[in-house]
């Protein structure tokens, strides 16, 4: 696949799962519909390695960074977007990740010695200052509403904590590592570090098999997880972990629309300026980015 129909991917599934995430809230304990859902991913990421007869084997040392990578990416940001969810609107959530390609940019200066470029620095501003605009009436709730507020802190410490993933992703990557392979084992590392959390939280592992839950859960396993990942693992391997970061600058657009049919969001003047602007930086960051440096 190209670059863009990587980026699509990615987009297109991300966008859909913010309100996936919603038939789970309620039937279950944020940890444990987190632990079912990367625990079945990576059931599935297993097969599909012994079926293709894919190498599992792998030095401790690669185990250790894949560790780190699960645990942030499958585990504990997820743990936090759920949470996020459950007080505020899905859109309000997915509007955070827009600052993953500044973050993710300035990441890779710090531990990679990666250069920060002008273009890509002012595609992720522009993002940036998209989104704010699209959400920028739900800001304003900030002050008076506790459960935005609250929203709002989980929603940070979850995109704090993917960028850091991302950081471990770039570094398995630059090793060596196989995609499919990482993300079998990242899963399923991530998976088992939420039920810890659930042990020590004294959370309950039951929940209540609605259909949509279960269909919920189907879809954020197999698509949000394996297929999406895959794809974005494969995009930060291609063009950097600074542009794929830029995902989250789309996702939220897709997130919004859907957010307008099924949760009440009302698109303003300032919604349609924002996704002008997101839709101008995404332009900026990938263009060329098929090209090699």
């Not at 989980?154 to 392979?181: C, D, E, F, K, M």
């Not at 693992?233 to 542009?243: C, F, M, Q």
């Amino acid at each position: 696949m190209s670059v863009l129909q990587l980026f699509g991917a990615c987009v297109a599934i991300w966008g859909t799962t913010w309100i996936a995430i919603t038939f789970q809230l309620g039937h279950a304990a944020p940890e444990a519909s987190v632990f079912y859902r990367f625990l079945l991913a990576s059931a599935l990421l297993f097969a599909w390695c012994f079926a293709r007869g894919l190498r599992l084997r792998l030095p401790p040392r690669d185990h250790a960074w894949i560790a780190l990578q699960g645990v942030l990416m499958f585990g504990v940001s997820y743990v936090c977007v759920y949470y996020a969810e459950s007080q505020v609107v899905s859109g309000l959530v997915a509007v955070g990740f827009s600052a993953s390609p500044l973050l993710n940019m300035v990441g890779m200066r710090v531990f990679f010695g990666t250069p920060m470029t002008a273009r890509v620095a002012a595609g992720a501003a522009l993002g940036i200052a998209g989104i704010t605009l699209v959400f920028w009436p739900e800001f304003a709730h900030l002050e008076a509403d506790r459960a935005v507020a609250a929203g709002a802190a989980y929603t940070a410490a979850a995109v704090a904590i993917s960028a850091l993933s991302n950081l471990a992703a770039h570094r398995n990557h630059r090793a060596g590592i196989p995609v499919w392979q990482n993300m079998a084992w990242g899963m399923l590392y991530g998976a088992l570090s939420t039920g810890v959390l659930i042990v020590a939280l004294h959370r309950p592992l039951g929940f209540e098999p609605t259909a949509g839950y279960l269909l919920s859960l189907a879809y954020l396993a197999v698509f949000g997880s394996v297929l999406a990942f895959g794809a974005f693992l494969n995009l930060l391997g291609r063009i950097g972990a600074a542009r794929a970061g830029y995902v989250g600058v789309m996702v939220p657009i897709v997130a919004l629309v859907i957010s307008g049919l099924f949760e009440g969001f009302r698109w303003q003047a300032l919604t349609l300026a924002g996704v002008a602007i997101s839709v101008a930086g995404n332009a900026i960051i990938l263009r060329r980015a098929d090209r090699p440096a």
